[in-house]
Each structure stands twice: as structure tokens, then as C-alpha cells.
């Protein structure tokens, strides 16, 4: 209400303030109704829990992806060994090629047994006594390599971790400790330092690195274990045919090892001459002991004896 001179009187004011609620009500009332025709309200869910069937079927499912993928897992983590089994072999030629650099170019002995310290072998050293033990950062190529001789290392095949076989008896090793399961082919490069072997063949040339004619053709470093049972790792690398009496005949136990994907027999990595690293996959006929797919890359010495035809 206005007063005479215009002004509006406090009953005024209160009666419009009264009705301003009412009228924003309305209006939201409104708006609300809008709403409502524009976007319906969600219907209530229903909660409902999995049958038995549903859980077996959806179990079976999840059952039947795990079973297609852990194949494919399988063979990606086999597929990483055989990379990291190439590149130690790379790198334990590329010491085999220094040390023959230091030497006037002649290839590492398998091993300088004479030493008084014990026996070195081109993977470490053996010290004597009551309990011989393994100098695993004494050996001969061990000055020429970043990394010594442990598990995982790289003088270990990643694919035949210690664990899965049985050092070789102290003829080697000392026992109960790891020391390659690659073998050194100094049956072919070293014929008088070739424990073992040095008393048959000692009187064969020791082979010079710039002599070798085809040196991508050499093995020498390559997968090698020995049969048992459990299986047994090999420092050396025996070829298919031993030289005995002044003639060539079969070895009944080569100790190159076919560990890796690749054909129905495996394949094995070598590390050849020329720095390289490849696989070779096997043939029935190269393994002398199929279940343990231990054998040599053919039947003759070509890649294991340079020049193997004309020893005498």
C-alpha cells in the first residue's frame, strides 16, 4: 500500500514478502513438470543376482581365454631366451676374439690345467683342497667379458637356468656349482688344450683366428649339455666325429643341445667365427639322445674342425 505522498507503507512490504514465496513455488512447480515431460525418470533397477548357470558359463568362458593365451605366453617368453642366448654368444665371441688378439691371434684354451692355482678354464678357475670351489672372475676370457660367471649370467643359457640340470662331476666343476651351459669348441680350435681329448689329438694344429678359412661356418661357442638324469651341463663342445688311432668315427655323445623353438627337434645357437650368433634347427638323424634333444648340427665335423679332412 502507497501512502498519500507515494511512498509504500511497512504493511505493504510485508504483504508483497509474503507473497513472493508463493509465487516462486509456482513457478518451480513448473519447471518441474517440464523436466519431467522433457526427461522421463529412470525406472527403478531391479537387483538381480547370477544364476548357477550364468556363473558356470561365464567361468568356463574366462577358462577358455587363459587356456588360448598362456600358449602364446609360452612361446614369447621362449622366443626372449633364444634373443638373450644370441647376444651372450655374441659376446663371449667378441672375448674369444680379443684374447686371440692379445696372443698373436691364436684361439683361447679350453683350458691351462698345469696352473698351480688349479685348473683354469675358459670359463673360471677350480681351486683345490678339501672342498674345491669355483673362481668364478679367474677364468680365461673372464678379463675380456663385463660380466662374470653366476646365475643368469652371461655364460648362461637363459633357457637352461641353474636349477633345471646338474653339474658336471669335479673332472670339470666343483660340484654343486655353476659354470656354463655353453660349450667352448676346443675340440676344433685348441686340440692341445682340449681337457679330455688333449691326449688323443694333442699333436693337431692349434688354430689361429686369421687362419680359419670360413669362419662363418665355425662353431665356437654353442648350446651344449650331457645326457643323465638329470641332465648335465657341458663346458665343451664335442663334435659328431672323434679322431681316434689315426681315423675318424662316431661320437655317441655329442653335447650340442637343440633347447630352442624351432623345427619339430629345436633349434640350437651358435656363435660362430665371424661374431655372429644364428640358430640351426635339427634333423632326426643329428640327435643321439632324441628325448633330451642332444646331438650335433650334422653328421660330419664342418662346423666343429677346421680342416678336419686333412688331420692326420
Do not use: K
Not at 24 to 30: E, I, Q
Not at 239 to 261: C, E, K, Q, Y
Request: hydrophobic share 40%; proline share 10%.
Amino acid at each position: 500500500m502507497r501512502s498519500r505522498d507515494g511512498t509504500r507503507s511497512s504493511a505493504g512490504i510485508r504483504g508483497e514478502a509474503q507473497l513472493a514465496p508463493a509465487s516462486l513455488r509456482l513457478r518451480a512447480l513448473r519447471i518441474h513438470g517440464l523436466l519431467s515431460i522433457l526427461v522421463p525418470p529412470h525406472p527403478p533397477r531391479s537387483l538381480r543376482a547370477f544364476t548357477l548357470l550364468e556363473l558356470l558359463v561365464s567361468i568356463s568362458v574366462i577358462s577358455l581365454l587363459i587356456g588360448l593365451l598362456l600358449p602364446a605366453l609360452g612361446a614369447s617368453r621362449r622366443t626372449a631366451h633364444t634373443v638373450q642366448c644370441s647376444s651372450n654368444q655374441r659376446q663371449l665371441v667378441l672375448a674369444w676374439t680379443l684374447y686371440a688378439a692379445d696372443y698373436r691371434g691364436f684361439c683361447a684354451p679350453a683350458a691351462r690345467e698345469s696352473d698351480p692355482a688349479g685348473p683354469v678354464y675358459w670359463w673360471g678357475r677350480v681351486a683345490g683342497g678339501a672342498t674345491p670351489t669355483v673362481i668364478r672372475d679367474d677364468g680365461l676370457l673372464s678379463p675380456y667379458l663385463a660380466d662374470s660367471l653366476h646365475e643368469g649370467s652371461v655364460l648362461e643359457c637363459p633357457a637352461q637356468p641353474w636349477g633345471s640340470y646338474r653339474a658336471q662331476p669335479m673332472s670339470i666343476p666343483a660340484p654343486g656349482q655353476p659354470t656354463s651351459t655353453y660349450g667352448y669348441n676346443g675340440y676344433g680350435l685348441c686340440p692341445p688344450a682340449a681337457p679330455g681329448w688333449n691326449l688323443s689329438i694333442g699333436a693337431q694344429r692349434w688354430q689361429r683366428v686369421d687362419d680359419l678359412a670360413q669362419p662363418s661356418g665355425v662353431f665356437v661357442f654353442a648350446d651344449a649339455m650331457l645326457p643323465g638324469t638329470p641332465i648335465r651341463n657341458s663346458a665343451l663342445l664335442d663334435p659328431p666325429l672323434l679322431f681316434t688311432g689315426g681315423a675318424w668315427s662316431p661320437n655317441s655323445s655329442p653335447t650340442t643341445v637343440f633347447r630352442h623353438l624351432g623345427g619339430p627337434f629345436g633349434s640350437v645357437s651358435a656363435g660362430r667365427a665371424d661374431g655372429s650368433a644364428t640358430l640351426a634347427a635339427a634333423e632326426g638323424a643329428w640327435l643321439t639322445h632324441p628325448n633330451l634333444r642332444i646331438g650335433s648340427v650334422g653328421m660330419d665335423n664342418e662346423h666343429y674342425v677346421p680342416g678336419w679332412v686333412l688331420w692326420r
